[in-house]
Structures are given as structure tokens and as C-alpha cells.
């Protein structure tokens, strides 16, 4: 967190570096990998009211800080509501980029419930990557149970295939990290 704090302020202090989305962009992931999430969600706002704004993975990466920030999901539910009253269009990855932001703070009804509305609506197609993001981001091993509970009743093809084909590791605190790829960059 030091040598960031150091790297960050000689950004400032420099001039010639013009802040772009992708520099907020990583700013905002290194500080979320410093366990900063709040501090890193206002090169968010920053980004918003840049003249250059942001790009898909400026979306992605704010909501994997909200995902970790506390009340990260009140946050995720603004930049959400944002996204539809601008007619973003929201993909595969942005809906479990965003449910996953909602579970990550332990409000797995809410999570659940965005789920099933945009699969209602006919906007979000519940796959294992989406699944696998839900499972991922619950905090603690009963909400993971939870999840786990909630879609072996609800999309018991999708979790089988979860479960059996894409599986799991479980991490040194007993939490399970599915193997799927949710990493972005700036």
C-alpha cells in the first residue's frame, strides 16, 4: 500500500502524465488488491466525469471493488441504474460482474433476486460463468451454501455442469474459488 501511495502521488505531482481512464483504471485495481475498495471506487466517479469516460472494463473493475467494499453493493446498484438509463448494452459478463458485486457484501436475496429478474426479462441467459461469479463472490461458507443450496434447486443442469466440469479449489480458509477466469484488466 506504501509504494502505491508513492506511485499515486508522484501521478499527481507529474504534469506530463495525463490521467486516462486506463491509468484510473488500474488505480483502482491496485487499490482494491491493497484491500482499499472505497478509496479505489472514487477513481470510479472520476472516471464517470472524465471528458474521455469509461469503457467496459472501467465497469467491470468498479463493480469488483464494490464486490469487496463495504456497502459495495448500494454502490453497484447506482452504477447499474446508471448503465440502464444510458442504454449501456449489458452482456454475460457485465450481469455477473454486477450480481456479484451484490453477493460480495453478503446480500445473497439481493444477488439472487437481480438474477432472476434479467433472466425473466430475457436479459441474462444463467450460465456457469455467471453462477460461478455468484459462487465466487459470496463471502463466508454459508452464503456460499446458500448459493450452492439455491442453484442445484433453480438451474440444476447449469450447477451440475459447475460443479463437475468447471469445479472448484478450496482456499486455505475453506472458502471455494471456482475455476473460472474473472480477472480483468486496465
Not at 478509496?39 to 469503457?55: H, K, M, N, Q, Y
Not at 452482456?91 to 453478503?106: T, V
Not at 441467459?125 to 442453484?151: I, T, Y
Request: proline letters at 3%.
Amino acid at each position: 500500500l506504501e509504494s502505491l501511495e508513492v506511485v499515486h502521488n508522484q501521478l499527481k505531482l507529474d504534469y506530463n502524465v495525463t490521467q486516462t481512464t486506463r491509468c484510473r483504471n488500474a488505480l483502482i485495481l491496485a487499490y482494491s488488491q491493497c484491500d482499499q475498495p472505497r478509496l479505489a471506487l472514487d477513481f470510479w466517479d472520476e472516471i464517470v466525469a472524465s471528458r474521455e469516460g469509461p469503457t467496459y472494463n472501467s465497469i467491470h473493475i468498479a463493480l469488483r471493488a464494490c464486490e469487496k467494499s463495504p456497502f459495495g453493493d448500494v454502490k453497484a446498484q447506482q452504477i447499474w441504474a446508471r448503465l440502464r438509463r444510458n442504454n449501456v448494452e449489458l452482456d454475460q459478463a457485465l450481469w455477473a460482474s454486477y450480481i456479484a458485486a451484490l453477493a460480495g457484501n453478503g446480500d445473497f436475496e439481493l444477488a439472487r433476486s437481480a438474477l432472476e429478474d434479467g433472466e425473466a426479462a430475457g436479459e441474462l441467459n444463467v450460465d456457469v460463468f455467471v453462477l460461478g461469479s455468484l459462487l465466487d463472490a459470496a463471502p463466508g461458507q454459508d452464503k456460499q451454501a446458500d448459493v450452492e443450496a439455491w442453484a442445484e434447486g433453480r438451474f440444476p443442469g447449469v450447477w451440475a455442469e459447475l460443479r463437475d466440469e468447471v469445479g472448484w479449489d478450496v482456499d486455505e480458509g475453506r472458502m471455494r474459488r471456482v475455476r473460472i477466469e474473472r480477472e480483468v484488466g486496465p
